[in-house]
């Protein structure tokens, strides 16, 4: 296997990032599921995941635990910022460094751009950002980019529709930076309102196959081998009558799949609101919840990586 290039470093954004660093990840991340439960076990065992989210979170934070726990670790850490010291006015800085007192490596949700990056020039130990502000979420990025492979055996030469909030979801940018690596076309679905940043994409843009759509229309829907679906980022949107206009806009059901191609990979970071119907759960083309659990293989991957220069 190639060298370790994860080992002590931060996880702050997926632009840090080379497609070397992702087939040496998904390797390790088929790998670590061929281990037998105690051998996985041994990985981490005495080693500490501290973490903080500032924001809601139900996936990236379990399955950062659960991962840390099969690889032998623990995890500890605050999701309830209301219960912590921050609410008698404690520093950003301060909280982070004392979670890098109590832990190996240091897991971050925080709604500002730049949070990360910033905590990892204060923490000794190895931070990952597990979403920050409206344009960072690069283990997301690399989960869905690790299904993609594992659904379609590659993502040279793929059609993927990227639907739903594109101004304030940001695994869509991650994702995209993700996607730069390879040679894909890329087709961005999104009400005008909610259209793409191309301030924060810049200096992609004009190296990638991309293509702006409002509507999810017969032609498009023949094309895609793969429809990335997000939720519209309520929380984020400054006037809530503006989300009230474009609620509920795409909906993929029965209806829309039979448009689609047969063997079309649905994935979504997840939560959903309203944009998949879950009558097409059980369909062989709904992949978000394998997503997922993806999500917990690849995370234990980059935390064996992370902590150990020979992960296993
Ligand atoms: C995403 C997030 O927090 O950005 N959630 C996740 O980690 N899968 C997506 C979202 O909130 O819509």
């Not at 009400?191 to 702006?212: C, G, Q, T, V, W």
């Amino acid at each position: 296997m190639a060298d370790n290039k994860f080992f002590k470093r931060s996880i702050v954004s997926i632009r840090d990032f080379t497609v070397d660093d992702f087939t040496y990840l998904f390797d390790l991340t088929d790998r670590i599921q061929t281990l037998t439960t105690n051998e996985r076990g041994e990985i981490a065992k005495g080693l500490i995941l501290g973490y903080i989210f500032y924001e809601y979170s139900t996936r990236t934070r379990l399955s950062f635990e659960s991962a840390m726990a099969s690889i032998g670790g623990r995890s500890l850490g605050i999701s309830d910022i209301d219960s912590s010291s921050i609410m008698k006015g404690e520093s950003y800085a301060d909280t982070i460094k004392t979670i890098s007192l109590y832990s190996d490596v240091v897991l971050i949700r925080h709604p500002s751009d730049g949070s990360s990056r910033y905590a990892s020039e204060i923490s000794d130990k190895p931070v990952i950002n597990g979403g920050s502000g409206s344009e960072e979420h690069p283990t997301q990025a690399m989960l869905d980019v690790y299904t993609i492979f594992k659904e379609k055996k590659r993502v040279d030469g793929l059609s993927i529709g990227i639907i739903g909030d594109l101004k304030y979801g940001r695994t869509v940018y991650s994702l995209i930076y993700a996607l730069s690596n390879y040679d894909v076309n890329i087709h961005l679905v999104s009400p005008s309102m909610l259209k793409i940043r191309n301030e924060s994409i810049y200096d992609i843009a004009n190296n990638m196959k991309m293509f702006h759509h409002t509507e999810l229309t017969d032609d498009l829907l023949k094309e895609l081998d793969v429809m990335y679906v997000t939720r519209i980022q309520r929380e984020r949107f400054p006037d809530l009558q503006e989300y009230k206009k474009i609620q509920g806009l795409y909906n993929i059901d029965e209806n829309v799949l039979k448009r689609c191609k047969s063997d079309v990979s649905i994935l979504h970071p997840l939560p959903r609101v309203d944009e998949i119907s879950s009558s097409i759960d059980n369909t062989k083309n709904a992949v978000y919840f394998k997503q997922a659990s993806y999500g917990k293989e690849l995370r234990s991957a980059l935390l064996s990586a992370l902590l150990h220069e020979k992960p296993f």
